[in-house]
Structures are given as C-alpha cells and as structure tokens.
C-alpha cells in the first residue's frame, strides 16, 4: 500500500462524479439483490445475468477512441459489474444467515 496515507488532489467536479457513481452503483446493487431474492433460483439468476452483461461490455461499440483508452472503459466495466453482483451475493447470502 504505497499511496495508502497520501491524498490525492480531486476536484470538485470529480468528488461530485465520485459520489453520482458510488450512488448509482450502490443502488443498482440493491435493485439486483432485491430482483434476485425474488428469483427461484437467485444464484442461478446472478449468473445469467452476469453472463449477460458480461457479453454486453465485451460486445459493446464505444465511439472512436484508442484502442487502449477502449481496453481500460470496458475492463473498468467489467470491474464494477463484477464488483456489483459480488457484493449482492454477499448482501443475500448474509441475509439468509441470519
């Protein structure tokens, strides 16, 4: 954890688009956990949805850019949608437990 104790310099703009983003994941999240209780099978639900969405971010056209620059939106895509429907499994799974 090298920058762990050193702040880095964020904009306004950037703290706001920071919060909209957590906001927004933080209730897709809960929509997905709510959706997926519902399910017979909620696992099974998570994955096929996963799987789906999965093959969206793979499959998607993003507008013009460098192929890099196309690399990192999709695999920072895939790492909030991964990060979403773990924590959602966690949230169900906890629930269950108690």
Same mark, same amino acid.
């Given at each position: 954890?090298? #920058? @762990? !104790?050193? #702040?880095?310099?964020?904009?306004?703009? %950037?703290?706001? @688009?920071?919060?909209?983003?957590? +906001?927004? %994941?933080?209730?897709?999240?809960?929509?997905?956990? /709510? /959706?997926?209780?519902?399910?017979?099978?909620?696992?099974?639900?998570? =994955?096929?949805? #996963? &799987?789906? =969405? *999965? &093959?969206?971010?793979?499959?998607?056209?993003? $507008? $013009?850019?460098? &192929? !890099? +620059? +196309?690399?990192? /939106?999709?695999?920072?895509?895939?790492?909030? =949608?991964?990060?979403?429907?773990?924590?959602?499994? &966690? %949230?169900? *799974?906890? +629930? *269950?437990? *108690?």
């Amino acid at each position: 954890m090298k #920058h @762990q !104790n050193r #702040h880095s310099f964020v904009t306004d703009d %950037q703290a706001m @688009q920071m919060g909209a983003d957590m +906001a927004i %994941q933080f209730m897709l999240m809960m929509l997905f956990q /709510v /959706v997926s209780e519902m399910a017979d099978d909620p696992r099974g639900l998570r =994955l096929d949805v #996963h &799987e789906e =969405l *999965s &093959e969206l971010i793979a499959t998607y056209r993003l $507008p $013009p850019m460098p &192929e !890099n +620059a +196309a690399r990192k /939106v999709k695999a920072s895509a895939t790492k909030i =949608l991964d990060g979403i429907m773990l924590r959602s499994f &966690e %949230q169900t *799974s906890s +629930a *269950s437990l *108690s």
